[in-house]
């Protein structure tokens, strides 16, 4: 089922829920990304996986929605290695990020201890409150 209106909107009722929490440039991303992949690859796991690839590209996962990255680029070493890579996946956490930038999410999302922790800690920390944040959203 396609993601996208003829307009090139998403379909909001097509979206993941984090997405739908989102703006709409993170919708129509994901969207189009998924659109395309699931022309090449036909619908199902793989094209999740490449919508998802293409949006943390642009986007990080803060709490329960995505907001844009300041700039353009692989989030996680997952993300940089591609399909075939043994590296782990950051969630939507943008692992790539600056300490100071990572310290500024987990404060707004009210991470306790996050400035005694090293860069790893912080990651492991917002994914924690992030997978918190979306369990809480969707019941």
Not at 7 to 13: E, K
Not at 76 to 100: H, L, M, Q, Y
Not at 108 to 128: D, N, T, W, Y
């Amino acid at each position: 089922m396609p993601k996208t209106k003829k307009d090139g909107t998403a379909r909001q009722d097509e979206l993941p829920s984090t997405l739908q929490r989102s703006g709409a440039k993170a919708q129509r991303t994901f969207a189009k990304a998924h659109d395309s992949a699931a022309d090449t690859y036909g619908e199902g796991e793989r094209a999740n996986r490449t919508a998802y690839s293409a949006l943390k590209h642009t986007h990080e996962k803060v709490g329960d929605h995505w907001e844009r990255k300041d700039g353009k680029g692989p989030s996680d070493a997952k993300a940089a290695g591609g399909r075939d890579t043994d590296a782990g996946t950051a969630e939507g956490v943008d692992a790539n990020a600056s300490k100071t930038h990572l310290q500024e999410v987990a404060r707004r999302l009210g991470v306790p201890g996050r400035s005694r922790m090293s860069k790893s800690e912080l990651v492991e920390a917002i994914q924690k409150e992030n997978r918190r944040q979306t369990r809480q959203a969707r019941s």
